[in-house]
């Protein structure tokens, strides 16, 4: 089953986050003299500058040694922070702009493996990061492949997820039957590259990703559609998860949420901050990655000040 036309501009902004860098574009951006800047666009833009300080300041008590292992032992940093960042967005609104028109924002990457002869079957893994409720898990899922692929893959792949409407937790969001469509192309060699678009069957989240993968095919460009993967939290990859990560430097706790009448483990963050310092960490900060950390800055700002983004950034 294709994904409906109107989903495909999420692929458009998405490959416009991941090749532009954040708040350079013109019309993206507004002026920050204070001559400018309304009373509510300041606030915001204070709420936001506070929330990126703090992420900033989580380098420093990495090289405290601030964060000690569980067992007690020092425990090395993974990283600095700053240096992951990039370049500070000029302001709220920029940070916002790449998807300003959708709600509900969850960031995730993953990997895959795929065989098909022009029908097939893929199996892979999610990492997900719930920028509304503050939660990470980790998800597996598999389901039938259909379309003009013939061969074998194995990718990686990163994107934006959207929800019409607040879910309960990340398990909510990420839980249960999706539909995708997936544009793959030869690079060189058995190098290739890929855009996928996904929906829930009941429209309530969709989405999109963008990644490379290794493997062989008959064809240069392909087309494939999976009509009914099934996505279920994995427990066990959330714990390794969250033993990855630092309890005080990210603000962090392992809880269980209850979906579907079963306990599943969720990595809680406390503040926006948290979640951003630890996408950026897991990605490397590239540009995917740093457009999410800011993304979930701005939110956070949001919160903090009580607007929406229509009124924060008209």
Same mark, same amino acid.
Request: charged share 15%; proline share 4%.
């Given at each position: ?19 532009? *860098?954040?708040?350079?574009? $013109?019309?993206?951006?507004? =002026? #920050? ?6 009373? /509510?666009?300041? &606030? %915001? ?112 792949? *990163?994107?934006?997820?959207? $929800?019409?409407?607040?879910? =309960? #937790? ?6 249960? /039957?999706?539909? &995708? %469509? ?122 903090? =000040? ?9």
């Amino acid at each position: 089953m294709s994904i409906s036309s109107s989903r495909w501009p999420l692929l458009a902004a998405l490959a416009a986050s991941s090749t532009l *860098a954040i708040g350079c574009a $013109a019309d993206a951006e507004r =002026s #920050s003299s204070s001559e400018d800047l309304t009373e /509510v666009e300041g &606030s %915001a833009n204070a709420a936001f500058d506070d929330e990126v300080d703090g992420m900033l300041a989580l380098a420093d008590a990495q090289k405290a040694g601030a964060c000690p292992a569980r067992d007690g032992a020092a425990r090395p940093a993974a990283g600095s922070v700053k240096i992951l960042a990039g370049k500070r967005p000029s302001g709220i609104c920029a940070a916002l702009a790449p998807f300003k028109a959708f709600d509900h924002p969850y960031f995730f990457m993953g990997g895959a493996l795929s065989a098909q002869a022009r029908s097939g079957y893929q199996a892979g893994l999610d990492l997900v990061w719930d920028l509304d409720n503050l939660q990470a898990a980790t998800f597996v899922f598999h389901g039938p492949v259909f379309g003009t692929t013939r061969g074998v893959s194995a990718g990686a792949y *990163a994107g934006f997820g959207f $929800a019409t409407s607040k879910k =309960s #937790s990340v398990l909510d969001a990420w839980s249960g /039957v999706f539909q &995708s %469509a997936t544009v793959s192309a030869s690079l060189v060699g058995v190098l290739g590259a890929s855009g996928t678009g996904f929906r829930s069957p009941d429209n309530s989240l969709l989405g999109g990703s963008i990644g490379i993968s290794v493997g062989v095919s008959d064809l240069p460009v392909n087309v494939d559609a999976a009509p009914a993967s099934v996505w279920s939290a994995w427990d066990a990859g959330t714990e390794a998860y969250d033993g990855r990560i630092w309890d005080c430097t990210f603000g962090k706790s392992l809880r269980s949420v209850t979906y579907d009448k079963k306990p599943h483990k969720v990595v809680q963050f406390q503040r926006s901050r948290g979640i951003a310092a630890a996408i950026l960490w897991e990605t490397g900060g590239n540009a995917l990655g740093q457009s999410a950390a800011y993304y979930a800055l701005a939110l956070g700002a949001l919160r903090q =000040s009580g607007l929406t983004v229509s009124q924060a950034c008209p």
